[in-house]
């Protein structure tokens, strides 16, 4: 089982940039592949990003182009790096993680706010 806590978040004007950080706990967090999921006020939750525990990275078409996923497993953080903010942004952004290489992701984080004024 893994814990997330999500930090970073705030407010930031539009073409700005924020830098999320993701931290788990436990030992295997080598083993989880990791997303990076957003809900806007009154919209579902929707997937942004993703890195799989073998590295490889997968983008939403909104993401492609400003937003960047990595990780450190020494540090058992994945980050999530956004550039050239836009208002339609703005949400709630929620880590998440999967073992390997199942489809469902079991585990979330709280979330953080995310803010982007025009």
């Known amino acids: 089982q893994v814990q997330l806590v999500e930090s970073g978040g705030g407010l930031v004007q539009a073409g700005g940039s924020l830098r999320l950080s993701c931290a788990a706990s436990?030992?295997?967090?080598?083993?989880?592949?990791m997303g990076w999921f957003r809900q806007a006020p009154g919209k579902e939750r929707e997937f942004v990003v993703g890195?799989?525990?073998?590295?490889?990275?997968y983008y939403l078409d909104s993401g492609k182009g400003r937003f960047t996923i990595s990780r450190d497993n020494a540090k058992n953080t994945v980050y999530l790096q956004m550039n050239m903010l836009k208002p339609e942004d703005t949400a709630v952004y929620y880590c998440a993680a999967r073992e390997r290489d199942t489809a469902v992701y079991d585990y979330w984080g709280q979330g953080t706010q995310v803010t982007v004024s025009s």
């Open positions: 890195i799989t525990w073998r590295g490889y990275t």
């Open positions: 436990g030992r295997t967090f080598s083993t989880y592949s």
